[in-house]
């Protein structure tokens, strides 16, 4: 699979798969941060996920793909580094604010951070149809933030608190995007990268949302919790693998603002699931952020 996904680089079929992965990553990623904001406490749901995709990931990293090439270990680390970053960041920003608060802010702040990077890094140019469409997007995403922060949240007193953690947790979106497109592109066997990724960003949050179970007073019951867990693993497998696979085969500029059309998918789960109103404002803002998506498929 790995030689059949490499001879897509650079190809309008790779464009193609590209442009599906990215897609498919923005539905399954706003349904892992509904998952991790829904019911149990958001650093035991993290634990949980983390733990179970680590596990799953561990033997094939193992024993079915080839093993790293030396100078992929230091990307690694810094792989380990920033995912940690970003964890403890959006945990911290889900503890204090609504779902469909916080997510517009993280993902609208992600996508302008990464089209950046990936010029600074990669070289990528957006055109000027391109730049529109992120204009239009991060104009759909912020209204809705802004909205929500009005006439939604009933947390004010962590109001602000939740904001800046949020907007932190969107630099560390751009920066792992960014960083991980970047490692994903070092290796030979992409799918050597993907399983190496579960299985050591599956080392760090378990420990601390085990340390934090047994100080509960009423903790949650592990079987639920650990159902969770895995569920969680394998969307989160699904849409960070396809994220990492579309920035491969494609621009990482680009694969980052599609992704980011999880916020239409955020609200309509924070609406049908987490009982969250939506009006008509929403919904034409929601329209701006796919229209944003659209326009930049469109002018590249």
Not at 7 to 30: K, N, V
Not at 135 to 154: D, E, P, Q, W
Not at 200 to 209: E, K, Q, R
């Amino acid at each position: 699979m790995s030689d059949w996904l490499i001879s897509l680089e650079g190809t309008e079929a790779g464009h193609q798969l590209a442009l599906l992965l990215a897609i498919a990553a923005a539905i399954l990623h706003a349904v892992f941060g509904a998952l991790q904001k829904g019911r149990h406490d958001p650093w035991l749901t993290r634990g949980a996920i983390d733990a179970s995709y680590g596990l799953m990931a561990m033997p094939i990293a193992l024993f079915v793909v080839p093993w790293p090439e030396p100078h992929m270990w230091p990307i690694f680390l810094g792989v380990f580094v920033i995912h940690v970053g970003y964890k403890i960041m959006q945990s911290l920003s889900y503890t204090m604010g609504a779902f469909t608060v916080v997510y517009p802010v993280v993902r609208g702040t992600g996508p302008l951070f990464t089209v950046i990077g990936a010029y600074l890094i990669f070289g990528e140019t957006f055109s000027g149809v391109q730049w529109l469409g992120v204009g239009v997007l991060l104009a759909g995403i912020f209204g809705l933030a802004v909205y929500n922060v009005i006439f939604l949240t009933s947390e004010r007193e962590t109001l602000d608190r939740a904001l800046f953690f949020a907007f932190i947790t969107g630099g560390f979106v751009a920066l792992y995007t960014t960083y991980d497109a970047y490692g994903i592109r070092a290796t030979a066997d992409p799918l050597t990268f993907l399983a190496w990724f579960f299985f050591i960003d599956g080392l760090a949050i378990p420990p601390y949302a085990l340390w934090r179970y047994r100080r509960m007073s009423h903790p949650p019951q592990v079987g639920p919790l650990m159902l969770r867990g895995v569920i969680g693993a394998f969307i989160g497998i699904a849409s960070f693998g396809a994220i990492m696979l579309a920035t491969r085969l494609d621009k990482v500029g680009e694969a980052a603002v599609l992704r980011e059309t999880s916020t239409v998918f955020a609200a309509l789960i924070g609406w049908i699931f987490l009982k969250e109103t939506v009006g008509p404002r929403r919904i034409a803002l929601m329209g701006l952020i796919a229209l944003g998506a659209v326009i930049v498929e469109l002018g590249g």
